[in-house]
């Protein structure tokens, strides 16, 4: 059931309204990491919810209680919970979406003032902190809202709808919340949800529309050696006490591969090679080693061939080595040795791998690699986050009416990724509620979400919107079909 | 001739004044090594100059040009020439000292401000950065002066002083002063030099103070490997792109073994085995495995052999890794890629082994190793900073004014010891005035230069100071004897 033509041109004939509204929400520094903004991510929901009641949505603030940063006890940003529609006729769809935004200063190297959104007529940019995340698409499900109201049409669907202010900072508090309201059931505010929708992450590209059906997990990693109770000079302890560093760096060297691969028994083995036909829908993408390098912006692909690049990011973990804490990190020349160095490292997962088992399976081989070193130095290995991989069945009927919804919209096949990064409340949407979750990008893979000088396309702004409004119909269209 | 009681004397009753001047001296940051705090060493240079002038030293500043650090172009502090004393009856000795200091900060783990010098009645600790090096052994000969201006006492020597503000920072623009100087002959400030003492080393233990014939020399190494123009997102980029950590944690892994044997192949080979005799001379030391691991804090020696673990610090070279630029320093966990990272690391030397020989073997084996990695990443490798060992004979007349001295001040003898750490100054003297160099240090071995909580204590600062009095006796007393 295509979306109907009036919603459509609703959406062009207001394209200036929808980009002033924008404005409006970028205009709100909702910066959730930093307490000095806490009370702008209020303020943020608070303008939400006020758009939402506006357009029909019924909603509630869920006060998600305090929590410490930088020192300080602050009150979380509330919760955003909405509903409309209450039609048994229809299938539920939840809506998921982040009204916080990254810290930005004109500072960082931005060439506009990040809270005030710029609309660059000449590339068609819309420009400033959050317009692609994760503001533009929260507002593009008001606008398609404020289409239907205005025009008097019936929702396809009945919605439900989540929003949050900490995505930026941990989503903290935010899977009791989930798990509470799906145990209460009929009673709760997910009674009835069918399929969730997530719109929070990009395309591929430049060039083509994707639904996304997977995320790598994370397990990160730090690894303490410790020797003695100071910092020493090079000079006079040199070669007369094992340094903590030579062991740091020993063990960090054998964690993983320059071309990537982990060196971590077992880690690689969990995972199933890729079949023949699975490497075809990487070569398939519209996606290229260029791609990647320009993204990079250097010639450092891993390979020449395309599928295992693309598969490294999407279907393959990866380890990478972030840093050392407590080692010398400054400009010059100190000659340090320090007394306790932490490497910090962390492992991408993906299904079947889980951030339990990777753990035991580093911890192991971390103890084993160093006990062969024979230093007096002492290790230990601390698990400072961890989160499990995701991936939906593509083949599911939410995703047929996004296909479908996105070749109404854009007059072409959608790429289908998996990511190569984590969003962990996506998984507890599908545990928790056991429908299939979707995530339908409406940004552009250069959009610069968590950079300077973030900004969503004009196009993707207002083609998005109808994708959001038209992947509704198609999943009406399935319910009575 | 043994020092006069009423010099003495003098140094006991005027305690506090002395430690008040080392607060005063304490109190300027003169880090030398942060571009921000220039100006600070260039006020404790005009502080210095203040005292020496009180005292009756003839001064002059001399400007040492620019240099570039952290990208900018600043002036370098001056070296201060001085002069007191012109009877050709007389030995002239020639004084170093440095003004400058390490960087501290009150985060990197001090207990109290470390540019506030913390007098501990129970410990009997002078405590701040600067206490022990250098500015406590400065600020002795300071003592010694102000004694014999105020009893009118003739100093039974000529007195040549050379102190500079960036020792910390590999002394540039020294080196060619002192040539320079050496050059004028009669007419520059070191006309006439007999011999020359430098006060900038510790005792090897708590105990028995040491006179040093030796010290290592150094070569700095910064290794870049590069890769993406940008920091990246380890979610997105992982595994798709080579990882210029992975390439830089392997390279400085081939480096040095645990046990402290250095792996560049050459380098150990340039310093011949110890012979028996020389063996026995270590093993005669005031000096144990535990007393290294004490002032270590832990028991990490890399051997329970005494000869073994004190040749490891005097008579062999050493490679210790000191940190990592550019990589995820903080604490937490962030997932980040980093676009270009330089290892830092150095190798202390012994005769017959040079900076430039070492730099040969160093930079081949890194272009070999790099060269397996077969990654895209880059490689750049520096050489930050270099200085020759040095090895003196301690059967001088310098040497044995010293011993006699320290008999007195202290009632024992003197360990006769080579040092691990470097102070290129040294060979420079050596070499460019043909005289004897004599390492006279004031500290004791847990003083912690270049370290937190770094201290003098008040017994060392003023047996110290009666110590460099009573030296000057005594090669005063070689002159007319």
């Not at 207001?14 to 205009?27: N, S, W």
């Not at 990254?102 to 660059?120: C, H, M, N, R, Y």
């Amino acid at each position: 059931m295509p979306a109907p033509d009036k919603f459509l041109s609703f959406i062009d004939e207001h394209a200036d309204k929808f980009i002033k509204r924008l404005g409006e929400a970028v205009a709100i520094p909702s910066i959730s990491g930093d307490a000095a903004h806490r009370q702008d991510v209020f303020k943020m929901g608070n303008w939400l919810q006020g758009q939402l009641n506006t357009v029909g949505v019924q909603t509630k603030l869920v006060d998600l209680g305090k929590h410490v940063m930088d020192g300080q006890e602050l009150q979380l940003p509330p919760a955003i919970l909405g509903r409309i529609g209450d039609d048994s006729k229809k299938k539920t769809v939840l809506i998921y979406g982040h009204y916080d935004v990254q810290p930005a200063e004109l500072s960082d190297g931005w060439d506009t003032e990040p809270f005030k959104l710029v609309v660059d007529e000449a590339s068609g940019r819309l420009i400033g902190r959050g317009a692609t995340d994760d503001k533009g698409p929260i507002l593009g499900w008001l606008n398609v809202l404020e289409a239907h109201k205005t025009l008097g049409l019936e929702l396809p669907v009945n919605l439900r709808f989540c929003f949050e202010g900490m995505e930026e900072s941990g989503s903290e508090g935010l899977d009791d919340l989930i798990k509470s309201e799906v145990a209460k059931g009929k009673d709760g505010w997910f009674d009835g949800v069918d399929c969730v929708c997530i719109s929070d992450n990009y395309w591929l590209n430049n060039r083509t529309p994707c639904i996304t059906y997977g995320l790598r997990g994370i397990a990160y990693f730090k690894v303490t050696v410790s020797g003695p109770t100071r910092d020493l000079h090079s000079g006079i302890f040199g070669r007369t006490v094992y340094e903590p560093m030579t062991a740091l760096v020993a063990l960090m060297s054998k964690l993983v591969a320059p071309d990537g691969t982990i060196l971590v028994p077992g880690v690689e083995d969990l995972v199933p090679n890729a079949t023949d036909e699975e490497i075809a829908i990487y070569n398939k993408l519209d996606y290229s080693v260029q791609d990647v390098e320009q993204a990079a912006g250097a010639p450092i692909a891993i390979s020449s061939d395309k599928a295992t690049v693309i598969m490294g990011r999407m279907r393959m973990p990866s380890l990478s080595l972030h840093g050392i804490e407590g080692a010398f990190s400054g400009a010059g020349g100190k000659t340090v040795i320090p007394a306790s160095v932490s490497g910090k490292f962390s492992i991408r997962l993906v299904p079947p791998q889980t951030p339990e088992d990777i753990a035991t399976l580093v911890e192991k081989y971390l103890k084993d690699e160093f006990a062969k070193l024979n230093t007096k130095a002492t290790l230990k290995i601390e698990n400072l986050h961890g989160g499990k991989p995701w991936v939906a069945d593509h083949k599911h009927w939410n995703f047929e009416a996004a296909k479908i919804a996105t070749r109404a919209v854009y007059n072409r096949d959608p790429d289908l990724t998996r990511e190569g990064g984590s969003i962990p409340v996506t998984l507890t949407f599908a545990d928790s509620l056991g429908v299939n979750v979707l995530l339908l990008p409406m940004g552009r893979g250069d959009d610069g979400a968590h950079s300077t000088n973030e900004k969503l396309d004009r196009s993707n702004f207002l083609k998005g919107s109808k994708l959001l409004g038209t992947y509704l119909y198609e999943v009406g269209a399935i319910a009575t079909a």
